[in-house]
Each structure stands twice: as structure tokens, then as C-alpha cells.
């Protein structure tokens, strides 16, 4: 069966360090991985998405970036945080036209 | 482009009563429509779907049709229970857009004992 991973599932950070928030997926091949982020009390804003190893489209202009150096592996990253990066990170894939599936994510705070 | 709305909440119930949660939805194709609950917490899980029009997606005790003449996929469950206080998300997805996700904002439904 497929399950997907992320880590930390809780992280704070100071305005201005780095940030690397990784999320794996065992059990299926060549899915397409999504991250999303929710602001507090707020729906979710696609962020990232990737249909291949190396291909990332960008959804909305900002501070972070994201990356896939593997098949089931999609990093997001910032090389400085601003505090408006604070929120519950979510990872996603699917391997079809159906639905996505969620990893548990990750809450972020920037102080 | 493609996009969802739902009614805003919170929404807050007693135990056994009716819940609706309407959800409309913008898009050019035909898309799949899905609803996800959010516990408190913790990431989203399916709760239902459905990938063509007049398909009734159902699990739990909560039911949705899509309706293509008026293009929506309202949530129904007829008696809710405190285990279902979550925020409900209603989505679309279109097959040529990549399957990419599009959410409604959320509501969130508190039922009370």
C-alpha cells in the first residue's frame, strides 16, 4: 500500500534562517507531488507541483522554492523565512485523474 | 480558471441533527469533484468523490451528488455526530490542468453533544 511521509511535523524557526521541509512517498511510481500550504483558519493555496524528477512548476511568485532530486522525493525550501511563511505545510500526490492523497504535514512558525 | 466556493461557516450543531455544506464550482471542462475533512490538526483525507455528472459520492453517512445543470456537489449527512467536528474542504480537479487540486476555503463544523 502507498503511505507518504513529512518531516518535522512541527518546526520553529527565526525570520531569516533556512528552511528544508522534505516529504516522501513509498508504494507507487512516477506520481505527481504537490505541496500546499494553509494559512490559520484558511483554505489551502497550491505552492508547487511536479509531474517528474526535476520538473517543478511554481504556482504563486514567493520566498520558497521547491525541489525533486528523486522519483518519490519533493523537498521544499527558502534560503531565508519572512514571517508570513508561518502555516500547516502539506505534501500531496496522485498517480491519476482521482483524487490526491495527504501526507500528516508539517506546522511551521516563523518568530 | 477553475474555482470553488463554499458556504462559509463555522458552522455549529447538536448531535443527530441535519448537515448541509453547498459548494458550487467554476470550470471549463469536466472536472472530478471530491470532499476532504481536516481534523483538527492533522493533514486532509478523502471523505467522498465523484468523476462524472448525477455520480453520488457517499462514505460515513455523508452524501454528495454532482450536478452539472447547476454545478454543485453539496455535503449532506442526515444525523451528525460529535466524532464529525472537522473543517470540510470541497474540491475540484481537472484532468487537463495537470490534476491539480483547486479547494473551496473550508468550513468548519462543530457539533455539539
Known amino acids: 500500500s502507498q503511505t507518504i511521509h513529512q518531516w518535522p511535523a512541527t518546526l520553529v524557526q527565526p525570520v531569516g534562517s533556512p528552511l528544508s521541509l522534505e516529504c516522501t512517498v513509498e508504494?507507487?511510481?512516477?506520481?505527481?507531488l504537490y505541496w500546499y500550504r494553509q494559512a490559520a483558519g484558511r483554505g489551502l493555496q497550491l505552492l508547487f507541483y511536479?509531474?517528474?524528477?526535476?520538473?517543478i512548476s511554481s504556482e504563486v511568485p514567493q520566498n520558497l522554492s521547491a525541489s525533486r532530486p528523486q522519483d518519490r522525493q519533493f523537498i521544499l525550501s527558502s534560503k531565508k523565512l519572512l514571517l508570513s511563511d508561518s502555516g500547516f505545510y502539506l505534501c500531496?500526490?496522485?498517480?491519476?485523474?482521482?483524487?490526491?492523497?495527504f501526507g500528516p504535514g508539517t506546522r511551521l512558525t516563523v518568530t | 480558471g477553475d474555482s470553488v466556493t463554499q458556504m462559509e461557516g463555522p458552522v455549529t450543531l447538536s448531535e443527530e441533527a441535519f448537515l448541509t455544506i453547498n459548494c458550487t464550482y467554476t470550470a471549463t471542462g469536466y472536472p472530478s469533484l471530491f470532499w476532504y475533512v481536516q481534523y483538527p490538526g492533522e493533514g486532509l483525507q478523502l471523505l467522498l468523490k465523484a468523476t462524472k455528472a448525477d455520480d453520488k459520492g457517499s462514505n460515513k453517512g455523508f452524501e454528495a451528488t454532482y450536478r452539472k445543470e447547476t454545478t454543485s456537489f453539496h455535503l449532506e449527512k442526515g444525523s451528525v455526530q460529535v466524532s464529525d467536528s472537522a473543517v470540510y474542504f470541497c474540491a475540484l480537479s481537472d484532468p487537463r490542468n495537470d490534476y491539480k487540486l483547486s479547494f473551496g476555503a473550508g468550513t468548519t463544523v462543530t457539533v455539539r453533544a
Open positions: 508504494g507507487t511510481s512516477n506520481p505527481n
Open positions: 500531496a500526490w496522485t498517480t491519476g485523474p482521482w483524487e490526491q492523497y
Open positions: 511536479s509531474v517528474g524528477i526535476g520538473q
